[in-house]
Nanobody
């Protein structure tokens, strides 16, 4: 199986940037599609970003609320996927989780039930 561990988030001010890391062990992460999801108190889990597996060309996809501000990328030498967040807003405050899955078809990348492995989640708070 794959173990995923997110780096610590933290408290940042509006407009700041923050990079989250999803470090994997057990398997080669580049063979899996990897997504980031977030959940704020009282709200549904929200799709943030996805990077497809090596066999699917590594294409990236973003939720509408973060498009243009967030970037998902791989560092295969470190077996890690990053979520680079910029121009952060208070609305970005949430617990962020990374997830990996094998053979996720494109139309299913937005569905958390299609992912097999999940990290523990990390809190990101954006506040002035």
């Amino acid at each position: 199986q794959v173990q995923l561990v997110e780096s610590k988030g933290g408290l940042v001010q509006p407009g700041d940037s923050l990079r989250l890391a999803c470090a994997a062990s057990g398997r080669t992460l580049s063979t899996y599609g990897v997504g980031w999801f977030r959940q704020a108190p009282g709200k549904e889990r929200e799709f943030v970003a996805h990077i497809r597996s090596r066999s699917h060309g590594g294409s990236t996809y973003y939720g509408d609320s973060v498009k243009g501000r967030f970037t998902i990328a791989r560092d295969n030498a470190k077996n890690t996927v990053y979520l680079e967040m910029s121009s952060l807003k208070s609305e970005d405050t949430a617990v962020y989780s990374c997830a990996a899955g094998a053979g996720i078809i494109l139309s299913s990348i937005y569905n958390p039930t299609q992912y097999d492995y999940w990290g523990q989640g990390t809190q990101v708070t954006v506040s002035s």
